[in-house]
């Protein structure tokens, strides 16, 4: 994992990341759902709450991506160059977390 990673930047690389997260008493008694914020060409789209979801207490944001990405890919087709007439350029994933910095990235092409 790297901190404050932005790829193509001065002086600073782009980042991969994973973990291992806990077995023994991570799990939650109730599943929680992490809302996301879509927007499309400044435009605001819903995102059903079922979207992304977690039964552990920690996590990585590994596990929070791969979800993300399967909706983004299912809904949009995003990693079909023929969709959008394959003027998908960029984009940003950000994960605002409650004690962490946020963690940001460009899910299209991150690089360093």
């Known amino acids: 994992f790297g ?8 002086n600073k690389t782009a980042c991969m990341y994973g973990g ?4 023994d ?3 939650l008694t109730e599943e ?3 809302p996301i914020n879509l927007w499309l060409d400044g435009k605001q789209n819903t995102v059903p709450l079922e979207t992304v979801k977690t039964n552990k207490k920690k996590y990585t944001v590994q ?23 394959g ?12 004690t962490e910095p946020s ?9 360093g």
């Open 103 to 111: 963690v940001n990235y460009d899910p299209p092409g991150a690089q």
């Open 63 to 85: 596990e929070l991506d791969l979800q993300a990405r399967r909706y983004l890919q299912e809904k949009y087709n995003l990693y079909n160059s023929d969709v959008f007439d």
């Open 3 to 10: 901190y404050q990673c932005a790829g193509g930047g001065p």
């Open 20 to 23: 291992v997260t806990l077995h």
């Open 25 to 27: 008493n991570n799990r």
């Open 87 to 98: 003027k998908v350029q960029r984009g940003l994933i950000v994960f605002h977390t409650s």
């Open 32 to 34: 929680k759902k992490v």
